[in-house]
């Protein structure tokens, strides 16, 4: 009733243009922010009016009337800019009314703006919630507008508890595509999915339409790795690599009973090796230089990297790492520049076969010399290769579908 007729006011609260008369005895005595500011030197202290520029004159209102009455009428339109004012003026039992509304009011459309605010303002009871609410209606959250305000963190966290590997590829894409600048995290983010999981159907017409799936050469990148039991006909899945790489299936040999090796692709120089008897990826030495789309062969337990990219050049060079030493060095180069070809070992030797010029070459390493051999009739541009029954079989490619035979005793291709 003082405040309502003026009655015995000595200080005046300005909120932008509005002005409210008040009383120091009530503030200091509902909020210690006033009290500190009226008992110590403040300069506040000896004024008539104090000005709080960074609260509106709606909020203002409706915090003179809570320090008064201890009423508030809380909405989702000003629980934020309570939330700001109860932080600045000290007033935790708001803070916890606010709290406490926002607790009671989460849904799908605000979701994420709750849990950026709870984390602004360290309400950890809210974020709790508003995390678990975002993860049981994550299909509904990601439809809404407020979507581009999502944290990537908050995104992992949904992805390692949502068991669906095809509805996070979809959550990535609807993340990706909510605010400008996020498509260099994508690499980083797919780590978090396993297509392996997701059908076929899904990755040929969802996954490899995504544009981001595709580096400027058309290679996924992918941590995911497997061994293919020939006894049974079943593929394990094995510790995922350290380093996420690009073409994979053109890089990865498996040494028998010993580890398996993941050579370097986009324009890496790293090595990594898996121990196949504890299942443990272990850095070896890098290779001299970066490269990429390399080919790899294993000849009396030795690892070979033959060609590839440096760059935008295509290289000739060999380079052999020794398992025993782990040590590199570098060996003859091809006799001819080899692009989307393949590398297979055979009788002590490697043999590199197909590709766009068609090659066909073999390397010795016990005397370090290259021969030149006959050409296959077709292009195998990526064509796999491999030895069956004595001979070198290469398998079609990206543009062609015919299978020839190479024969190392007479120096022959059939089909």
Known sequence: QMKEADEFVDITLVFGMQRIACHKVILAGMCDYFRRMFLTN??????????????????????????YSGNIDITQQNAQDLLA??????????????????????????????????????????????????????????ETEEMHLLQEGDLIEVLEANVSQEENFLFIQKWMKSAEGRTDRFE???????????????????????KLMHNTRGNICQRECYSYAAQNGQWNTLPPMPTAR?????????????????????????VEALDMRNLQWNHLPPLPREVCLAYLAIVSDNLFVLGGYCGLNRVA????????????RQ??????????????????????????????????PRNNTWTSLRRPRFIHTYGPSLVLNGNIVVFGGSNDDSIEEYSPLTDSWST
């Open 42 to 67: 403040m300069l506040e202290r000896g004024s008539q009016e104090v000005v709080l520029k960074d609260i509106s004159a709606s909020t203002g209102v409706l915090l003179v009337e809570y320090l």
């Open 331 to 364: 060996r003859s180069p091809m006799p001819e520049i080899c692009v989307a070809g393949a590398a297979v070992s055979f009788n002590d030797h490697v043999y590199v076969v197909g590709g766009r010029e068609r090659s066909c070459m073999r390397f010795n």
């Open 246 to 270: 690009r073409n994979i299936h053109r890089f990865i040999t498996i040494i028998i009973s010993t580890s398996s090796v993941a050579g370097n692709c986009s324009e890496l120089n790293s």
């Open 85 to 142: 004012a109860s932080e600045m003026l000290l007033l935790g039992a708001l803070k916890k009314k606010v709290e406490d509304f926002l607790l009671s009011h989460t849904d799908s459309v605000n979701c994420i703006s709750i849990i950026n605010l709870a984390r602004l303002y360290d309400l950890k009871i809210l974020l709790a919630d508003a995390r678990s609410y975002l993860q049981e209606h994550v299909k509904e959250v990601i």
């Open 188 to 210: 980083d983010l797919m780590q978090h999915v396993s297509l392996s999981q997701c059908s076929k159907d899904f990755v040929c017409n969802t996954v490899m339409a995504e």
């Open 317 to 328: 060079d060999v380079h052999e790492f020794d398992l025993t030493q782990q040590t590199w």
